[in-house]
């Protein structure tokens, strides 16, 4: 049996622990993730790709006006020169840059199939070509004049900028989204006019806060239009936090047609929401008739959105409708603001308005300063050549002598006129055709034109207000070139007040109207049969349980409910159990405690009155109106004392009511006798020595009182036959008439939604 072999461990193992090796590999990761892909740099509002991609359109020399060249060739050299993350990464960002509904000031001017708003994709980068807007141009310019610093790229064989001149405000402009790290950032598109207004306000008032450069920036400006709803005082927080969020609705208005028929047309969709998307879940809900407002819709777009969206009758409400559809659809999106961004390109932090303004005016300072030291540098080596020029054209005779005849004229003209270096290579590199005497006053008015140039540089290198002034001078022409009044600067996004709607309307809107019959079994199980159904004969139960309540409604209906709590609590029909099973426990909607019962469930109908009444006695008159409840909690209307429960409940129909006792005493009174409250304990109906109160009702005079008996059959007594009974709000009563029920009942139960139940 052979040996077996373990190999040697290498030299130049080590060992180190895993917890260790993680975080610090993930923080590498994490890092890289924040500095050089997902956050934009708050100076010219650009991620590492959309940079390269710009300067290696530059070193194409794809300026605006340039002849295209194919995509391809552009993610070519961007990815073999600065970008070596995969072709597509950088195409799609490319693609993004070109789109006029995805970046409110396109950066790349593209030919071609470039996608659009259905969320179609581009044709492959073989197909398409590109070359820079005026917008990318003014990014890069002065880029060639030491404006910004360079690093080496990826491979050390060229440079790449840190960041572009940038001399239009990008990054509120075009916005930005990424996600790093541990963090995000999300900046919507804004109005470039008003970011130069807000900025030249912020030049002459360094200390203003975020919330008074509003008056200039009114809000985000998408370039697919649409309508913030949000309160101008959230948006102020917003811009003051740098966090927040908008509320952007579509755009739509109604067209009138014949008979007075209308349809709602929607001409904008909010910001990065796919058309084909939108529609699909519009055909969705339609198809589950959750859109029971709407009789028809169509996709009539072509180059503008148009959505038209056709009602069931005239009679709908134009604005309940669209409300619906804001409430289910993407026709309105809510838009986050996170304006976390990296501070001088190197420390992510959240800015607010006036913050992420500062960095861009501060980096054009710089820019400036470098720009106009790199241009002095300029001048002063041109001023030292055409000192030498002149020398020469006042020596022209010596100088020709000195090349004819000299083997190495270089140190002879530098020693014989005291020339630099710089000025004899000048001397030597002319041509002949310029030894014409015009070419004397041209080089003097080129050195007075450049010693006037460079007094003014020095001038502005030296007044810190001076610079200011001329980065004036360029917003106000960034602002000019894209003012309110130009096709591209011209405000899409506008601001209103969302309409306040009743929140039951809108519900109702969105359910379709059907019959139902709710059935709500003693127990308390509680479903919603189709259709209304009088014959229940067939309705089964779980064992041991039975009938309790039923009643036909609408599945936009509310059905209240009374507990013995005292409260009232409120369903919404629509939401009820289908009858296919047994249903399920109304506790499951509502918050009832365990030795708490159900009285009654009854639909709701405003405008009817309900006599409520506790165990001892006590109650009053309460309005419908004034039962309806908001939450699951319900609604304290009879209070109650410990010991105390609500026993009772009718509808008010009539001028008179009864009460019986659980001593089957009965007493009549008038009922107005009994006040009319939205919430209390009471006053006292009927008097007991022992025992409490089994049941209240009302009836009117002319009708006489009815009851109905445990077999079902009804018996009425006139006024007169009450005679005994009558008396006054809190006497005791007599004994019940002969034949009224062991129950101890009047057993009204719900008609049609018309009575209470008790």
């Given at each position: 049996m052979g040996k077996r072999l373990i190999p040697p461990e290498p030299a130049d193992v080590q060992e180190i622990a895993l917890r260790e090796a993680l975080e610090e590999r993930y923080l590498a990761y994490a890092l890289s993730t924040?500095?050089?892909?997902?956050?934009?740099?708050?100076?010219?509002?650009?991620?590492?790709?959309?940079?390269?991609?710009?300067?290696?359109?530059?070193?194409?020399?794809?300026?605006?006006?340039?002849?295209?060249?194919?995509?391809?060739?552009?993610?070519?050299?961007?990815?073999?020169?600065?970008?070596?993350?995969?072709?597509?990464?950088?195409?799609?960002?490319?693609?993004?840059?070109?789109?006029?509904?995805?970046?409110?000031?396109?950066?790349?001017?593209?030919?071609?199939?470039?996608?659009?708003?259905?969320?179609?994709n581009p044709a492959a980068y073989r197909y398409t070509e590109a070359r820079m807007t005026e917008v990318a141009r003014l990014l890069l310019d002065g880029i060639d004049e030491d404006a910004v610093d360079f690093r080496p790229n990826y491979d050390g064989q060229s440079e790449e900028p840190i960041v572009l001149p940038g001399a239009f405000p990008n990054l509120l402009a075009?916005?930005?989204?990424?996600?790093?790290?541990?963090?995000?950032t999300a900046i919507p598109p804004h109005n470039a006019a008003e970011l130069c207004d807000a900025a030249l306000f912020l030049i002459d008032n360094p200390n203003a806060r975020s919330r008074t450069l509003l008056k200039y920036v009114q809000g985000p400006d998408f370039p697919t239009g649409g309508i913030v709803v949000d309160p101008r005082e959230q948006i102020a927080e917003a811009y003051a936090t740098g966090r927040g969020s908008f509320r952007v609705r579509a755009k739509w208005h109604k067209e009138e047609g014949s008979r007075g028929t209308y349809q709602i047309v929607v001409t904008e969709i909010p910001w990065l929401v796919r058309k084909t998307s939108l529609i699909e879940k519009m055909a969705e809900l339609f198809n589950e008739k959750k859109l029971p407002l709407i009789d028809e819709f169509r996709d009539e777009s072509t180059e503008d959105v148009r959505i038209v969206i056709e009602p069931k009758s005239r009679t709908v409400d134009a604005e309940l409708l669209m409300e619906s559809l804001f409430k289910l659809t993407e026709l309105e999106s809510r838009i986050a603001l996170n304006m976390n961004v990296l501070s001088k390109g190197k420390v992510p932090k959240v800015m607010g308005l006036a913050e992420v303004l500062r960095e861009w005016l501060d980096h054009r300072r710089d820019v400036l300063v470098r720009r106009s030291k790199y241009r002095l540098a300029q001048i002063d080596h041109r001023l030292e050549v055409l000192g030498g020029l002149l020398i020469a054209y006042l020596n022209i005779d010596k100088v020709i002598k000195i090349i004819r005849n000299e083997d190495e004229p270089k140190p002879v003209l530098m020693k014989t006129f005291k020339l630099s270096e710089v000025q004899a290579n000048a001397i030597l590199d002319m041509r002949l055709r310029n030894l014409r005497k015009l070419e004397e006053m041209e080089i003097k008015t080129e050195n007075k034109e450049l010693r006037d140039e460079k007094a003014g540089l020095e001038?502005?290198?030296?007044?810190?207000?001076?610079?200011?002034?001329?980065?004036s001078d360029q917003i106000k022409k960034v602002r000019d070139t894209f003012g309110p009044k130009t096709p591209l600067g011209k405000r899409r996004t506008h601001f209103a007040e969302a309409p306040v709607h009743d929140e039951a309307a809108i519900e109702e809107a969105m359910v379709v109207r059907e019959p139902i019959t709710v059935v709500v079994s003693e127990k308390g199980w509680i479903r919603a049969l189709r259709g209304h159904v009088t014959d229940l004969s067939g309705v089964a139960f779980k064992t041991d349980d039975q009938?309790?309540?039923?009643?036909?409604?609408?599945?936009?209906?509310?059905?209240?409910?009374?507990?013995?709590?005292?409260?009232?609590?409120t369903l919404d029909a629509s939401?009820?159990?289908?009858?296919?099973?047994?249903?399920?426990?109304?506790?499951?909607?509502?918050?009832?405690?365990?030795?708490?019962?159900?009285?009654?469930?009854?639909?709701?109908?405003?405008?009817?009155?309900?006599?409520?009444?506790?165990?001892?006695?006590?109650?009053?008159?309460?309005?419908?109106?004034?039962?309806?409840?908001?939450?699951?909690?319900?609604?304290?209307?009879?209070?109650?004392?410990?010991?105390?429960?609500?026993?009772?409940?009718?509808?008010?129909?009539?001028?008179?009511?009864a009460c019986v006792g659980e001593n089957r005493k009965m007493v009549i009174f008038p009922l107005e006798q009994v006040p009319e409250m939205a919430r209390g304990s009471g006053v006292r109906l009927q008097r007991y020595k022992d025992g409490a109160l089994s049941d209240v009702t009302t009836f009117k005079a002319a009708n006489g009182l009815t009851w109905i008996d445990s077999a079902g059959r009804t018996f009425t007594m006139s006024l007169k036959e009450l005679s005994d009974w009558r008396g006054n709000r809190a006497d005791a009563g007599r004994l019940a008439p002969k034949g009224f029920p062991k129950s101890n009942h009047f057993g009204r139960l719900p008609e049609n939604g018309k009575n209470g139940g008790g």
């Open positions: 924040i500095m050089h892909r997902a956050l934009p740099d708050a100076r010219d509002g650009l991620k590492p790709v959309h940079r390269r991609i710009l300067y290696g359109m530059r070193l194409l020399r794809l300026d605006p006006g340039a002849p295209f060249k194919k995509s391809a060739k552009i993610v070519g050299d961007v990815m073999g020169n600065f970008h070596p993350h995969g072709d597509q990464a950088i195409y799609d960002a490319l693609v993004r840059l070109a789109q006029d509904f995805a970046s409110r000031y396109p950066l790349i001017d593209g030919q071609g199939n470039f996608g659009n708003i259905d969320g179609d075009n916005g930005s989204q990424g996600i790093a790290v541990g963090m995000a001038k502005l290198i030296r007044s810190e207000a001076a610079q200011w002034k001329t980065v009938l309790g309540f039923a009643f036909p409604a609408e599945t936009t209906s509310k059905c209240l409910v009374f507990a013995t709590n005292g409260r009232f609590y939401k009820l159990p289908g009858g296919r099973g047994h249903g399920e426990p109304i506790r499951l909607f509502i918050e009832l405690e365990q030795n708490d019962e159900v009285i009654s469930v009854f639909p709701f109908h405003s405008g009817r009155k309900f006599i409520v009444a506790s165990s001892t006695g006590r109650g009053f008159v309460v309005a419908e109106d004034d039962c309806l409840a908001n939450t699951r909690k319900g609604k304290q209307v009879l209070n109650l004392k410990a010991g105390e429960k609500a026993a009772a409940i009718n509808t008010v129909e009539g001028e008179l009511a």
